[in-house]
T-cell receptor
């Protein structure tokens, strides 16, 4: 069964600290993996996309990694800011899929305290 | 802004009411989607439209009725809803239904009383 599991479910960190969010998936055959950021009361916004051949990709203070062998991805946030408080959603698509065949994680709720 | 606009942002309705959610995209995309997001659950796909034609109905109850008059506009008509239908309803678009990147609207927070 194709699934996407994220951990932790929620996380609280102090401003300026780093954190890492995890995503494990069983979706196969794999096409790509996206991390989305969803601010409270708003729609998700794409942060980064990882394809099968990519191991690491950065977008400012966000760095995503992918291990296609173990089917794991992580999102590392450096020097966190209050504006990083949001839900981070991992989305995996399988090869040949349309948008109707995306698999969503439940998200990690990150809270950054001053 | 992502180029996908949803109205209203918030909606409270009784179980006997009829209301509609509206979505408009300014990205020139050809595929549009409705998703339901409930607390602590993954996004659930409801409907897919590609070039105005419905290509997927994910076993959604008939009290939810979508309408797509053109590639830029999408509606979700609601009638005789249940309290468990309270959720954030997200509209999304993509260039085609083969594209895996979704551009989401800000959502409509629906409360059924």
């Amino acid at each position: 069964k194709n699934q996407v599991e994220q951990s932790p479910q929620s996380l609280i960190i102090l401003e300026g600290k780093n954190c890492t969010l995890q995503c494990n998936y069983t979706v196969s055959p794999f096409s790509n993996l996206r991390w989305y950021k969803q601010d409270t009361g708003r729609g998700p916004v794409s942060l980064t996309i990882m394809t099968f051949s990519e191991n690491t990709k950065s977008n400012g203070r966000y760095t995503a990694t992918l291990d296609a062998d173990t089917k794991q991805s992580s999102l590392h946030i450096t020097a966190s800011q209050l504006s990083d408080s949001a839900s981070y959603i991992c989305v995996v698509s399988y090869r040949g899929s349309t948008l109707g065949r995306l698999y969503f994680g439940r998200g990690t709720q990150l809270t950054v305290w001053p | 802004e992502t180029g996908v606009t949803q109205t209203p942002r918030h909606l409270v309705m009784g179980m006997t009411n009829k209301k509609s959610l509206k979505c408009e995209q300014h990205l020139g995309h050809n595929a549009m989607y409705w998703y339901k997001q409930s607390a602590k659950k993954p996004l659930e796909l409801m409907f897919v439209y590609n070039f105005k034609e419905q290509t997927e109905n994910n076993s959604v109850p008939s009290r939810f009725s979508p309408e797509c008059p053109n590639s830029s506009h999408l509606f979700l008509h609601l009638h005789t809803l249940q309290p468990e239908d309270s959720a954030l309803y997200l509209c999304a678009s993509s260039r085609t239904d083969r594209d895996t990147e979704a551009f989401f609207g800000q959502g409509t927070r629906l409360t059924v009383v």
